[in-house]
């Protein structure tokens, strides 16, 4: 159950799709990383605790509010920077991974879930990893499960999905030119 926090403030780039107000931490404050910054300056605004985030519309309605680069991550930045670790992690792991590798790999996926700092985005990886057993026997494998793993939270998100074929092109190999 998601705990979100009353506001009178609609959400413009909502971390769970459909819910309105911010999603709270344990302590019962605005998650930091489970909200992007966007909606947290706008219910900061609401309350009259900040002004109202400068936003740039694009041709899209999606607003962008950027951060500045010394500032603690949102969802957004966090799952940016996340997503290039773990898909890197794939991209330099062995063609074919021993047993001794492989075990390693599932600890560092098993432990990736429980303390992704975005606690209801670290729920569902750990959910959907229970659905989908990691393949961890070859770099291919990984990588095309890792590649599925982000599918499942763009779908999530009504992003666009990622075509998997393409994954070691976009994280493993440079393009030409
Ligand atoms: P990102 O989705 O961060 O992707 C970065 C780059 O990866 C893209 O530019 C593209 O080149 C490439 N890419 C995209 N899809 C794939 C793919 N399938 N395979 C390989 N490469 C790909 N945010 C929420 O609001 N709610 C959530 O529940 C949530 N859950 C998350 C769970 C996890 C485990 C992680 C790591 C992040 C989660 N996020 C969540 C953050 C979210 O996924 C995005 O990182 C964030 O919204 C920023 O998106 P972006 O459009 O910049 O690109």
Not at 82 to 100: G, N, Q
Not at 106 to 132: H, Q, T, V
Request: proline share 7%.
């Amino acid at each position: 159950q998601i705990k979100k926090e009353e506001t009178t403030t609609e959400s413009t780039t909502a971390a769970v799709p459909g819910k309105k107000g911010l999603i709270l931490g344990p302590d019962g404050k605005p998650c930091r990383t489970c909200n992007s910054l966007t909606d947290l300056l706008a219910a900061a605004a609401a309350t009259g605790k900040a002004p109202a985030p400068t936003t740039t519309t694009t041709t899209t309605t999606t607003s962008v509010t950027t951060l500045p680069a010394d500032c603690p991550p949102d969802v957004e930045t966090l799952g940016r920077h996340t997503w290039t670790l773990l898909h890197s992690i794939t991209a330099t792991y062995p063609t074919v991974a021993t047993p001794e590798k492989q075990q390693e790999m599932s600890m560092f996926l098993d432990i990736f879930g429980r303390i992704y700092p975005c606690w209801f985005c670290a729920g569902d990886f750990r959910k959907w990893k229970e659905e989908n057993k990691p393949k961890l026997e070859t770099r291919q494998d990984f990588g095309d499960w890792m590649c599925r793993a982000h599918n499942a939270v763009n779908k999530k998100l009504g992003k666009k999905e990622f075509d998997c074929r393409f994954w070691e092109e976009r994280w493993r190999e440079a393009k030409d030119g």
